[in-house]
């Protein structure tokens, strides 16, 4: 559930300020509120801490970076890094900067100028590969380029479908060199010509900037390629080509022996950096004076009495916590905190699909962990299937035990797994029917009915729209406390009215199925009447349309019915087709294959169509969110970096 939350205020000399920040670091209860933005000048004038800070701790980060980017990436020596943590912990802040600085120095140039040389070199590498292509498609030509002094040669190629251009081209020539020129075309394939053109140099800019102004693709031939064969060009590239590469090869070679040298220490930094550029946003929120500093921020109520016995038992009264007084709209901006039990901690992965709660809604966590495994358990319901998601929830928990999401991922299939092996001796399923067949457990016999989901496919449409029944009113019983907490009439009188037009919407079935006395139509006709009535009142003239909406929000829960029934019924399948082989190790094999293959539907299918349920169905009824998630401000041990004494 979500706890209480209190909004304080530390005070204290300013000399103590290092020690009361690495204390609440330690104490890891506090959600840090921006001082400057809760205290007003006229009342007290407080200046930022470390405000300077964090932009060169931010241009550190960025070069180190980009050092690393340029350095080629190798293993990562956990024992050598824990090395260089020792080290730094018993260094101070500045002693740290400038230990960055230094290597900085030492390998920001170093690396840049490399990196640039090598990406020149490839991209000259790069242009002689595509001159290369040009000369393929030229050589063609090759008698017709001639050796003169003083002239410059240019070949221009155009798609046949613009060679009207061509005449352009040679008007425009012929005016620029006083018709001394010579222009000679052919075809290169079935769609690109080749136009050699021969000037004198003197009219060179004159016919670069018209060629250009025309989008003509040109290509000019090296002056150290003019006059020469084109098996010379060829022979040519191909030594250039080889040359920059052997140098490229070099330049990896000195950047190998900087990463060696380098890497594990440029990792650390990087992240020691990163925990201290962390650690400034949050120092930003402090606020100080002349004399004396002041933290603000929201805690959990049953943290508020231990944190003002520490700060007492460390200070006596020369650092005060006040306990602020806080109107509604500003109780609207406390974070929310999530504090559930065990069972219900996994589903608060599930939460984070959606924006946090604001601070004065129910958590939908306690409800999500009944009804989650509820859904999952009738829609895959076979003890076998159970069995197998238990076991791979098992393993996948101990070997990713390091990783949250994916422990609490493997939490809730655990859970579910234990729901679906109860749903499993109600239907009487162990891998199909094939635990009926050994004669090991038979469907339960309850209200009339014989629960074998091949069989009771009414009575199973029947139980999940009454669980969807059951879960909308739910949701809207929510969403009513919600609205009285947050004394919003219409929303209230929406929610009240949306529940009061259901109750009486499913009275009429009732009525008209026989079930119930014909003397109840009245109070459900008025019923509904006041219910239509409250909703236009808090939604407007198309609220009750959204009394449409929960019906087909109720009808969604037929899913659970309908996966259930795909789900056996491909169990049967499997069970059948292994039984008709012949040969007994092929049908082992296909029923095994089909079991394996409905398994793993069995894990993502029932899991999708229950979040949906959740989420949309269930949540839409009292759910607004857009809260601010508490984030407690917590001690990064790891940098070893201590807070900085303002001033």
Not at 103 to 116: C, P, R, S
Request: charge should be negative; aromatic fraction near 10%; charged fraction near 20%.
């Amino acid at each position: 559930m979500l706890q209480k939350m209190k909004r304080i205020q530390v005070i204290g000399p300013k000399k103590e300020f290092n020690h009361v920040v690495d204390l609440l670091y330690h104490e890891a209860t506090i959600h840090l509120e921006d001082v400057s933005q809760c205290v007003s000048p006229e009342e007290i004038h407080l200046s930022k801490v470390e405000k300077g800070k964090t932009v060169e701790i931010a241009e550190i980060v960025s070069k180190i970076s980009v050092i690393l980017a340029t350095l080629p990436r190798i293993p990562d020596d956990a024992a050598a890094q824990a090395r260089i943590d020792r080290e730094l912990l018993g260094k101070n802040r500045d002693e740290i900067i400038q230990q960055a600085k230094d290597v900085i120095h030492e390998l920001e140039y170093v690396t840049k100028d490399l990196a640039t040389k090598k990406s020149d070199l490839k991209l000259s590498i790069t242009t002689l590969e595509r001159y290369a292509k040009v000369l393929n498609i030229i050589q063609p030509m090759e008698r017709e380029i001639p050796v003169l002094e003083n002239y410059e040669v240019t070949i221009l190629l155009i798609q046949k479908q613009f060679e009207d251009v061509l005449t352009l081209i040679r008007e425009e020539m012929a005016k620029i060199t006083g018709n001394r020129f010579e222009m000679s075309s052919t075809s290169v394939d079935e769609e690109t010509l080749a136009t050699l053109m021969i000037f004198h140099k003197r009219y060179s800019q004159q016919v670069h900037s018209f060629i250009f102004s025309v989008n003509v693709n040109e290509v000019r031939l090296p002056q150290e390629y003019m006059g020469k064969p084109f098996y010379e060009m060829f022979a040519g590239i191909e030594t250039d080509k080889l040359q920059k590469t052997r140098e490229i090869t070099l330049i990896d070679e000195k950047l190998s022996r900087l990463s060696i040298a380098w890497y594990q220490e440029l990792a650390v930094l990087k992240k020691t950096f990163e925990d201290i550029s962390e650690e400034l946003e949050e120092f930003n929120k402090f606020g100080y004076s002349e004399f004396m500093f002041v933290v603000m921020g929201w805690i959990p109520k049953k943290f508020l009495s231990r944190i003002k016995d520490t700060v007492k038992n460390a200070y006596g009264d020369t650092v005060i916590i006040q306990e602020l007084s806080v109107s509604a709209e500003e109780m609207e901006k406390a974070p929310t905190f999530y504090d559930n039990s065990r069972w219900v901690k996994p589903f608060e992965s599930i939460m984070q699909l959606v924006r946090p709660p604001k601070y004065r809604e129910i958590d939908p966590s306690p409800f999500l962990a009944i009804f989650f495994p509820i859904f999952f358990g009738i829609m895959v319901g076979d003890v076998g299937y159970g069995l197998v998601i238990l076991a791979f929830a098992l393993i996948i928990k101990n070997k990713f035990r390091t990783i949250e999401f994916v422990r609490n991922i493997a939490d809730i299939l655990t859970i579910s797994a234990i729901s679906t092996i109860i749903f499993g001796f109600i239907y009487g399923e162990f891998f199909g029917d094939f635990g009926e067949i050994m004669g090991w457990l038979h469907p339960v016999y309850y209200l009339g009915v014989t629960w074998n989901r091949l069989e009771a496919i009414l009575p199973m449409l029947i139980l999940a729209i009454a669980i969807g029944v059951i879960h909308v009113f739910l949701g809207l019983i929510i969403g009513i406390i919600n609205e009285v907490t947050r004394k919003n009439k219409k929303h209230l009188a929406e929610k009240v009215g949306m529940l009061l037009a259901l109750s009486g919407f499913i009275t009429i079935i009732f009525l008209a199925l026989g079930m119930i006395p014909a003397w109840v139509l009245y109070p459900a006709v008025i019923m509904v009447i006041v219910a239509l009535l409250l909703i236009i009142y808090g939604a407007g003239a198309m609220g009750p349309l959204e009394v449409m909406s929960a019906v087909g929000n109720i009808l969604s829960y037929s899913r659970l019915m309908a996966i259930g029934l795909a789900s056996v019924i491909l169990a049967f399948v499997a069970n059948k087709l292994g039984g008709e082989m012949e040969i007994l190790a092929l049908g082992i094999l296909i029923a095994v294959l089909l079991h394996t293959m409905n398994i793993v539907l069995a894990m993502f299918s029932p899991s999708i169509h229950s979040m949906r349920l959740h989420l949309v169905e269930f949540f839409s009824k009292f759910y607004t969110g857009g809260g601010i998630a508490y984030k407690p401000f917590k001690k990064e041990t790891k940098s070893g970096i201590e807070p900085p004494l303002p001033g």
